[in-house]
């Protein structure tokens, strides 16, 4: 696939150009948005219980190894919950189910939905469960509890995701762990001295966790790298959309856009209140920096990709019912959504141009009528790899089973607080936060319609509706 998409696409109308001009459009386009007030159809269905996001909150996101180093994932967790309540002001026992995401389990806390709803005060009657499906887990959580609502077993569930990449599981050799587990059975002393005996140094080396496929053996690094050759993005294209990711999150911050986020008194360390991984530098800085991933041809960077983050979301979802018995004034519907899977090994992070044209077709919308868009960015080359599949005729004929294309989302609507490359990446918490910017987009900018898209591991991908709620 990659010689053909490499010969075949290298003419998409996405230049490196029109890459420049990312920042310089997207900073001007707030207030040309807020004068394009939506009056479209809504998309209730006649029969269907209305689903809506009554607010979310997200811990601030923190480059692993600083500040939060010496917490546990229950420990983010819990502080989201907690920070969920205090905004909502909602009684802890009028929840009907917790769901939570997570990636990388802490092994103390498999469950960790339980063990952080517990230390955040909700009752011990509350179910809670743990959902994992990578980048998209909170995603997961949110749909699951759409599912329970829609289905008339809830009326009200939290969902979250909590990530902790400060401090992740490190496992001895395979077989170092079958001569202890062995060493715990054997019964007599000469048993023992036996097993003691058969250690080699070999056995002391450890297994390091590394974001790779199991399928493919192949680290997301070095297949972003590869999907980026593909697709012929240039390194250039990549650097300058990693510059439009931090700028923006920056007049994000600055301008006091990222209302999700809440304060954090971190247990012995200051108070937390914003993102730290910010940091708009200039086109000649990423230039210097070398390839992280295929050595020395590569054009994936440290730069260009996102970060090892801790963090961790939640978010209260409701039936429209309950939310306005309960005196809520909700900030948007949960509308249709999917899930997507394909090759794990060439189309890894293709999620987004798989996803987005079969919620739209669900939702009988099309691309014009989207006035928000948010998309994980895991790395600037994944996105733009995905912009250019989406504008190819070629690639929707050819890999989608499709007559034309997709098309691409327009710049001046996509992505304009920021995006994972800037904010953070917490593999389970980042759907939350996509889902709650959009919302808080839609009500900023008067429009109508968001769509939230993302890949993960595992050549998946998902994509969401959200409709705003009339204010």
Same mark, same amino acid.
Request: glycine share 8%; aromatic share 6%; net charge positive.
């Given at each position: ?6 010969? $075949? ?100 806390? $498999? ?33 699951? =509890? ?49 097993? /003691? ?38 390194? /250039? ?10 700028? /923006? ?91 997507? $899977? ?37 790395? =600037? ?57 959009? =919302? ?32």
């Amino acid at each position: 696939m990659a010689s053909m998409l490499l010969t $075949s696409l290298r003419s998409s109308p996405l230049t490196s150009v029109q890459a420049a001009q990312f920042a310089a459009r997207s900073l001007s386009t707030s207030v040309h948005l807020q004068a394009q007030a939506k009056s479209k159809k809504t998309l209730a269905k006649p029969g269907v219980k209305n689903i809506v996001l009554v607010d979310g909150v997200r811990t601030p996101f923190l480059q692993s190894g600083t500040t939060y180093a010496d917490l546990m994932p229950h420990d983010l967790a819990r502080a989201a919950l907690q920070g969920l309540l205090n905004r909502t002001g909602l009684p802890k026992d009028a929840v009907d189910y917790i769901v939570y995401g997570t990636v990388i389990q802490e092994v103390k806390t $498999s469950n960790v939905a339980r063990e952080a709803a517990l230390g955040a005060g909700f009752s011990d009657k509350t179910p809670a469960h743990t959902v994992t499906m990578a980048c998209i887990s909170s995603n997961q959580a949110m749909t699951t =509890a759409v599912g329970l609502i829609a289905a008339g077993q809830c009326d009200a569930v939290v969902a979250g995701g909590v990530e902790f990449m400060s401090d992740v599981p490190i496992r001895h050799s395979r077989k170092m762990r079958k001569t202890m587990l062995s060493l715990n059975k054997a019964k007599t002393l000469g048993a023992r001295l036996s097993l /003691l005996g058969s250690i080699r140094l070999a056995h002391l080396s450890p297994e390091l966790p590394a974001v790779a496929e199991f399928s493919t053996a192949e680290t997301m690094g070095h297949s972003a790298d590869r999907l980026a050759a593909a697709f012929g993005v240039s390194r /250039l294209e990549q650097d300058e959309f990693a510059l439009r990711s931090h700028t /923006l999150a920056k007049k994000a911050q600055d301008g006091g856009m990222l209302s999700d986020v809440i304060s954090f008194k971190v247990p012995g360390r200051d108070i937390v209140s914003k993102d730290n991984g910010i940091r708009p530098a200039t086109m000649e800085q990423l230039a210097k920096l070398k390839p992280a991933f295929i050595k020395p041809h590569g054009t994936v960077t440290a730069a260009n990709s996102s970060f090892l983050t801790d963090g961790a979301s939640a978010v209260l979802i409701m039936s429209e019912e309950k939310a306005l018995a309960m005196g809520y004034k909700p900030k948007a519907y949960l509308r249709d959504f999917v899930y997507v $899977s394909q090759d794990p090994k060439d189309q890894l992070l293709l999620g987004p141009t798989y996803a987005t044209p079969k919620v739209l077709e669900k939702s009988g919308l099309t691309l014009n009528d989207i006035d928000v868009f948010e998309f994980h960015e895991a790395f =600037a080359g994944q996105i733009m790899a995905n912009l250019k599949a989406m504008e190819s005729d070629w690639f929707a004929q050819t890999y989608m089973g499709r007559k034309t294309k997709v098309g691409a989302p327009p710049m001046e609507k996509f992505n304009t607080w920021g995006g994972s490359l800037s904010l953070g990446h917490p593999f389970a918490a980042t759907g939350c936060r996509l889902v709650t910017t959009v =919302a808080h987009r839609l009500q900023k900018e008067g429009g109508q319609y968001g769509l939230v898209a993302a890949c993960a591991a595992g050549g998946q991908g998902h994509a969401m509706v959200i409709e705003a709620y009339p204010q």
